[in-house]
């Protein structure tokens, strides 16, 4: 069962912050099979339903080149999670975990992200499979997945330091 | 050479909205070797420096059980960056590319992710490698990689889903 908004025994909730530290601006909306939490997988699939991002008009030009990569990250907004709880109850059996040792949309900043299988782009559309979000999820950003690219700007000296 | 705040020829830049859709809390502070953005990598390297995350106490509970991973995902706001380009020559060869399509710092929300090996964790100080950010870089989100983590949390339908 999901948690819709109960703190459950041996969990430790905290006071965050009054003051935002950053702020950010949505690019587009997360179109999948999910209407509920009761529903949405606890991690997306590779082999899963077709979803759809639509990026806002605004957004739009930045997709250019994007159809080339096969592999996309996608970072997402989790926008029905509570923020507060520091230890949490995934099983709900009283054996509390510490929030970033989860992958529990429940935590500080609730952002997802997703390693994609991107299918095509039809205008301002991406049809993605491997999501796990709600439908009418807020996207954040959408770029290649690490492992598929390449720099194009020129190396720097970091790129060539290793540990002593 | 990296940019620093110009528009290089080619690029496209786009007013973004003048109100935030969602706010950050800042977690902790990075500590990498590097302090010019002209330093650092382009893509961290897991046998790169060790860098040392610092979480702030408020949040240092909720790190307990993240000793059990080998590798975590590390999401940080790249403070430096500007927003607002569309279009982009990270060569600054007059050629552009849509942001979307780059892993460029530059992007409507300047959010970092990396995979990184998890060394140690010393109280609320946690030491990786992988990282490709500046020195003093705000956290975000710690959490295990996805290829590590396996919910704790009983199964639901979505889990089971696959595309027609």
Redesign the interface.
Known sequence: ??RENEIRVGE?Q?A??ET????????GTIHT??TSR??????G?Q????CRID?LP??A??????E??AEV?V?Y?L?QSRRDL??QC??NDGN?????????PV???P?G???CRLLRIEGASIFV?GL?CLDGT?L?????D?CA?T?????????F????
């Not at 030009?61 to 994007?66: D, I, Q, T």
């Open positions: 069962m999901v430790k905290c965050l912050p935002d530290d950053a702020g950010l601006v949505f690019i099979p999910w009761m529903e949405t997988p606890r991690q699939r082999d899963g339903p077709v990026v605004l957004f030009p930045a997709l250019a080149g994007l080339h990569y990250e970072l907004w926008h520091l230890l995934p099983a509390p975990r510490g929030t970033f040792s989860l992958r529990s935590r500080p900043n952002i992200t997703s390693r499979q796990d807020p954040i950003d959408i770029k290649p690490r690219f720099p194009i700007a020129p190396p720097q000296k970091g790129d330091e290793v540990a002593e």
